[in-house]
């Protein structure tokens, strides 16, 4: 297994554009994770799915922002009339079915570097 | 809430230097920690981990010790290398709403200096 992936690795856009951003997890994990980084930041939650269900979503993913994840495999990430502010790194994580006894690790792709100009 | 609290950086080391990057937590109940490990233009990786009170995880000569007492999990290698320069991260994982949700700390930038 390679690991997360996520694509593409870098994006520029201008303000006002939609993006969106591609996550494949490891293939045998249900859990996936979307996570924002500025700079300077540690990666923050956005949003949390198990399988298909999307269980939790963060004050951060605004109404501009929609997560999907269809059959419970990859997942994507839009947003919708982008602001400069929008501009970060966007992790994905994907975790193993756990639960209270887990150790709660996570697995982290490479990141989409979003720049809105 | 739960949080967690690193040092500052950048911390800048010669290399073989002892390295200590400090991380105390808040939370209830009994999170796990971890340490993880970002290089340049790179995503986490995760470089230790300790489930409960007084678990050493270690890992490439890191290490770090899970104090309940003191609400630490500090992070230290004997003898730095070059190649250990990037940004770390402590985290703590609890498990509410049915899943494990991790927190981080801001991160410390590592420096080591032939």
């Known amino acids: 297994d390679t690991g997360v992936s996520q694509n593409p690795r870098h994006k520029i856009t201008k303000r006002g554009q939609n993006v969106t951003f591609r996550c494949d997890p490891i293939?045998?994990?249900?859990?996936l994770y979307w996570y924002r980084q500025t700079l300077g930041q540690g990666p923050e939650f956005l949003t949390y799915f198990q399988n298909e269900a999307q269980l939790e979503k963060s004050r951060l993913l605004s109404d501009r922002f929609s997560a999907e994840r269809p059959k419970g495999s990859f997942s994507t990430l839009e947003i919708q009339r982008t602001e400069q502010g929008d501009s970060a790194m966007y992790l994905c994580?994907?975790?193993?079915?756990?639960?209270?006894?887990?150790?709660?690790?996570?697995?982290f792709g490479p990141g989409t570097r979003l720049t809105v100009t | 809430g739960n949080s967690v609290t690193q040092m500052e950086g950048p911390v800048t080391l010669s290399e073989e230097a002892f390295l200590t990057i400090n991380c105390t937590y808040t939370?209830?109940?009994?999170?796990?920690l971890f340490w993880y490990v970002q290089y340049p233009g790179e995503g986490l990786q995760l470089l230790l981990k300790?489930?409960?009170?007084?678990d050493k995880g270690s890992n490439k000569g890191f290490e770090a010790t899970y104090r309940k007492e003191t609400t630490s999990f500090h992070l230290e290698k004997g003898s730095v290398q070059v190649s250990d320069s990037a940004v770390y991260f402590c985290a703590l994982s609890s498990f509410s709403g049915g899943y494990n949700k991790l927190i981080f700390g801001a991160g410390t930038r590592l420096a080591v200096h032939p």
């Open positions: 293939s045998e994990h249900n859990r």
């Open positions: 994580a994907s975790s193993p079915r756990g639960g209270a006894t887990g150790s709660g690790e996570q697995y």
């Open positions: 939370a209830t109940g009994y999170p796990s």
């Open positions: 300790a489930t409960k009170a007084d």
